[in-house]
């Protein structure tokens, strides 16, 4: 059975398929704000008391980490893209100032 995180459900046509529940997200986001100054724990427990949906300490604390972790990755990514996209509008305004620069065009269409 697969297990379905937290903020999700389901869906009962295609079990693959899964559906956002927003009061459980909106939830997630403000628990993640009391991380700040309670517990996993404490926490955990308010999250579960609040949305009627049960979740450990671990749970919270590994689902909090996971995101932690693709956020980073997301800035690291899109940061490399922007480096990416800079060098090859340098190599392209290098190129253009070199005589005879290779084209795609054909020269008998001028």
Partial sequence: ??????GYIQCEDNPQLL???PDELEALELAKKHLKQ???REVAAWLTTQTGRSITA???KKRVDIERKRK???AIKRKLAE??????AEIEKLEK???GYYTLE???EE
């Fill in 1 to 6: 059975m697969r297990q379905v995180p937290y």
């Fill in 19 to 21: 559906l956002p529940v």
């Fill in 38 to 40: 309670y517990s996993y």
């Fill in 58 to 60: 671990m749970g919270l």
């Fill in 72 to 74: 980073k990755a997301a």
């Fill in 83 to 88: 480096r990416l996209e800079k060098t090859l």
């Fill in 97 to 99: 100032q070199n005589t």
């Fill in 106 to 108: 054909d020269p008998s």
